[in-house]
């Protein structure tokens, strides 16, 4: 097998995830985009975190990560406090709707990734997850 063949069927593996969880998650009225942000917002426990710190840890980086944010913020899923003592510093939180909608969310997210899995022995997943795990690093 050639490389293009690979990378083609990489891109074909992650359009057909990629389209699945559009799917399930647009009748919870957010984007893929936006659930990596609330994942890694609760992954926060509570701790403040920053856009940088949002932007690191998001999957797709060429995301916009302040407007994301600032969608959040609109529908009450996060929630922003400016630094009284240096206004530059912005500190961004998780709100209980956006926990709660997480909770909602999380086994839809959980049902589409079994599906796509699902032909994969377990024996598979550890194999794939190696490969993977090589070509992110």
């Given at each position: 097998m050639n490389n293009k063949a690979i990378i083609v069927a990489l891109f074909k593996a992650n359009g057909k995830i990629t389209e699945a969880l559009s799917h399930g998650l647009k009748p919870m009225g957010i984007s893929i985009q936006q659930?990596?942000?609330l994942r890694i917002l609760r992954g926060q426990k509570g701790n403040p975190s920053n856009l940088n710190t949002v932007h690191e840890r998001m999957?797709?980086?060429m995301s916009n990560t302040t407007r994301l944010v600032d969608k959040l913020i609109?529908?009450?899923l996060v929630n922003r406090n400016v630094c009284k003592e240096n206004r530059r510093?912005?500190?961004l939180f998780i709100t209980t709707e956006g926990?709660?909608?997480?909770k909602l969310v999380d086994p839809i997210v959980d049902q589409i990734e079994a599906e796509f899995l699902?032909?994969?022995s377990?024996?598979?997943?550890e194999e794939i997850m190696e490969i993977l795990t090589k070509l992110n690093n």
């Open positions: 659930f990596n942000v999957i797709h980086k609109d529908k009450g510093k912005i500190e926990l709660s909608l997480l699902a032909s994969l377990n024996d598979q997943h």
